[in-house]
């Protein structure tokens, strides 16, 4: 019997806890797949009419060039980022409590990151144009800089998630506990790379994972940092700022922290893992979230208080225009209060560090951090430097369509369907990594 065959009891354990999903999906599942993939072909018939109108059936006009295309970019692709320096950290330290976690977080970095970068092709008005960004690059731009960091980022996380599966993949190929179908096993068998367990197959896998996961905390700072750089390099109030990198890379890792947690909370709801993913997991999650927005706020605090204090005329009028009630002010205080006040409020206080409200927090917070996003684009653009006279309100205030309405959802029910289609094809708890009856 092969060695990814004989599997012990907490192994066993977790194949046992999955394996419904993992064998045949129920009406519930089929139903929320169904209204994934309408609202995926909503979003599909919205990218036809766009491409076939033009960028006239979108919101976005001279002076609010950005809209939601952008907020979502920057917002999925900065939650990847987090998630997967969270993702590698955590496993090349070995840190204990996060061996759970470490496959989620990888996973959340990998759809995220795919998800991302088809946001931004969204904003392109002449798709047959589209290599022109790479024959006919600017070495000065960052956004060629850009192009270059996610391509080869893609590719790092690709091969970072695809080493965290190998052994499990090998150990669906061999088991007996699941009925599961041919097709399926042949999958398994291509995916598993003819793994068989031996010490030099282990030694090899562990040493390639360890060296990508160190491989990938530089590379995402620096895909962070030219990411902001195309903000930073404006000149645009709240955009040219020197903290506006720190303050995205917190902000960012913090939302796909929230992330994590929340598809934590569901995969241990709906399979019952609540042995490998405990309360000390979500406690520990929560206090690495803490820091974050606490550091997140001071950035806040920081910028818009230089901002208000400096009294320049484009500055404070960006500001004023965030601050008002009447234009953005409550997005701007609501999202401030539930990315950076309640967590930091109701995390320290022992009572309510549960799973259940940890992730209540998380989901708040994740919304809240897509907010910012939004309010990172737009009232810089409504705000133009010269007076524009004689303009429709259309073209100054941004105000999205249904096009992009239908895409942004798209976008989300894209990243759902990946992550309830993911327990169909693989574990996600690592079952290889609970190679001793120890956790």
Known sequence: MMKTAELNKKQTAILQALGAQLEKPGMLYRLWVALLLVLILAGTYGLYRQILIGHVVTGMRDNVVWGYYIANFIYFIGVSYGAAMLAAILYYFKVPWGRPIVRIAALVAFITGIIGPVFILLCIGRFDRLHYLFIHARVQSPITWDVMVISTYLVGITVFTYLLLIKDFAILRDTSLLELSSWRRKLYTALSLRYKGTDEQEGQIDHSTKSMAFIMVPKVILAFAVLSWI?????????????????????????????????????????????????????????????????????????????????????????????????????????????????????????????????????????????????????????????????????????????????????????????????????????????????
């Open 231 to 439: 903000f930073g390099m404006t000149l645009r109030p709240s955009w040219n700022s020197t903290i506006f990198g720190p303050a995205y890379v917190i902000s960012s890792v913090a939302a796909g922290i929230g992330l994590i947690i929340g598809l934590m909370w569901v995969y241990r709801r709906l399979y019952g893992l609540e042995e490998y993913i405990t309360g000390l997991h979500f406690r520990n999650m929560a206090f690495i979230l803490v820091i974050l927005v606490a550091a997140f706020g001071y950035f806040t605090f920081s910028e818009y208080i230089t901002n208000w204090y400096s009294s320049g005329k484009w500055e404070s009028a960006v500001t004023a225009k965030v601050l008002s009630f009447k234009e953005f002010g409550w997005a701007f205080h609501l999202a401030n209060l539930f990315a950076i006040v309640l967590p930091i409020v109701i995390i320290a206080i022992p009572r309510f560090r549960t799973p259940n409200i940890i992730a209540l927090l998380s989901l708040l917070l994740v919304v809240a951090m897509w907010v910012r996003r939004y309010l990172t684009v737009v009232p810089p653009l409504e705000t133009p430097l010269l007076p524009v006279q004689d303009a429709r309100p259309e073209f100054v205030h941004y105000s999205a369509t249904w096009v992009e309405w239908a895409l942004v959802l798209a976008g989300a029910a894209t990243f759902f369907i990946f992550f309830t289609l993911a327990p169909k094809l693989i574990s996600v708890i690592p079952i290889s990594d609970y190679d001793k009856e120890t956790r």
